[in-house]
Structure formats: C-alpha cells, structure tokens
C-alpha cells in the first residue's frame, strides 16, 4: 500500500507493505495527522496551541495532548540552555519542533495497533520505519539533487535539521538570532519524536550541538558544519549510497 497526501505544509507519504494490513490504518495515519495540525499549529487562530499562547487557556485546561508537548518543549529547552525555546521573546508559542516528530510518532504508533509490521511513513523528509532494513537518504546541505548520507534503519526513525528548505528558521533562543555554525544534522533515533526534536535543539545550539546530540540516548549524529566538514557518531548507520533513494 502507498499513499502520498498534503498535510502540515509539507508532503506525507506512507509505505506499507504487509499484504494483510486494511487501508483503514492508512486513514487513521492520515485523519490523525489533520487533526494534529488542527489542534497544535501556532498559524490556525482557533487551534489549541494559538488560545494557549494568547494566555486563553490555563495549563489546568489543556488537554493531555498539549500537557505533553508542552513538558516536551520544556525539557528540551532546559537540556539546551535555552537555545532550544518554543517561548521566544516577542511571539507567540510555537511548539512545531516538537510536534511534528511528535504527531508523526504517534501515527506509526495507529499503523503498529492495526498490524502493520513493515512500513516507512515519511514526513517532509523526516522518516520513521518498521520492519526494515529501509534505506534513508539526506540531503545534501548545498545540492538538492545530492545526497551526502544514506541511513540504514530497522525500527526506528531519521530526522535532518537543515537551512536548505526553508532559511534561517531555526534561532538560537538565547540569542533571538538565526543559529549558525551548522549547514545540516540529521539525527538516527529509536522514535521521531526524539529525533526531530534532537535535531532542532542541536541545529539550535550551533557547533556544540554536534556533541550534545551525540550524548542523547540512543541517538546517532550526521551533521555538516558552516566550514563544511562532515562529523559524524561511530555508530551511524551509514548504508551504500547507490542502494537508496533520497527522503
């Protein structure tokens, strides 16, 4: 079963290939995914997320969902000094680092419920697989048609950081200003949850984020630095780059 549809901002596309598995879990994957962006996108006024950062909702008033994000988003700017921060000074909430690997997680979750045992459900280019071996290509930082990694996986999921797609979007919360130091970092985690969010926090940090991420459980580390040197993790599973397509 395949299936590729619009929704975040970005293109989703799910791969299953147990014969057995009904298109029902795919509508699950992909009703969740809307609803997630419903409740949880900062630029949708009426969203959950948008009454929270206007100081509409109190914490007691928030859903279980939101009550996770919000611890997520709070750990991980601790973890970072600051740097990570979903809180930035002068607007509004925006916990889109986190929910994306969050809401994506969650809905390989609904295929693993419905049976699917062997399945990749890619997100913008941040991937979670079942069942592998899967081969996951990055991006090159400066080449669009390139890749300058290919990741093999099992159970479990990729995330890349990077400015190639939409600029300086990512800021160093102790600065207020884009984060610099690193052209791309791709993190290789058990869930995309942790790896997106690993990602973004590292990307945030600059040229310390390398070594942060590196000392997060379970996470491996691709990155390129703003000198364009490759550093990578001894444990990164790096696969034959002619076997794989691009993410």
Known sequence: MRRVEHVMGFPVSLRIDDPDVPGSAADAVFRWLREADERFSPFKPGSEVSRYGRGELARRELSADLAEVLDLCAHYRTATGGAFDAWPPGRSFDPCAIVKGWSVQRAAGLLTAAGARRFCLNAGGDVVTSG??????????????????????????????????????????????????????????PTLTVADAVATAAFALGADGVGWAADQDGCEVFAVDSDRRVLRTAGFPKAPAERAAAA
């Open 132 to 189: 592998g071996p899967w081969r996951v290509g990055v991006r090159h930082p400066e080449h669009a048609d390139r890749l300058c990694a290919v990741v093999e996986v099992t159970d479990g999921a990729v995330a890349t950081s990077a400015r190639y797609e939409r600029g300086d979007h990512i800021v160093d919360g102790r600065t207020g200003r884009p984060a610099t130091g690193l052209l791309s970092l791709t993190v290789v985690a």
